[in-house]
Nanobody, 116 residues
């Protein structure tokens, strides 16, 4: 129903910054929440940040004050600005979008590696 494609991952040194982008395409009736999740080796996929269509954004405690999520509804895009990156931020980052009526949609992920 909805296809999500991430970009912007890569290798960065600790303390550096990176900006992830995600574009939604396909049969979009209505996008609700959009956001980012991540999964590190041996760990469960976890919420990084999510922004609803209307309302207050939510961030994982581990990224508050460092990451900023934003969305451009006209372009069907969501972004994640990551600052002050730490090695523990290393993970595959997945774009997420909830659409009506299908529900959750996931991108294939983009790898972020933070070196010490």
């Amino acid at each position: 129903q909805v296809q999500l494609v991430e970009s912007g991952g890569g290798l960065v040194q600790a303390g550096g910054s990176l900006r992830l982008s995600c574009r939604a395409s396909g049969s979009i009736f209505r996008l609700n929440a959009m956001g980012w999740y991540r999964q590190a080796p041996g760990k469960q996929r976890e919420l990084v940040a999510v922004v609803p269509s209307v309302g207050i954004t939510n961030y994982a405690d581990s990224v508050k004050g460092r990451f900023t999520i934003s969305r451009d509804n006209a372009k069907n895009m969501v972004y994640l600005q990551m600052n002050s990156l730490k090695p523990e931020d290393t993970a595959v980052y997945y774009c997420y979008a909830n659409d009506w009526p299908s529900g959750a949609n996931w991108g294939k992920g983009t790898l972020v590696t933070v070196s010490s």
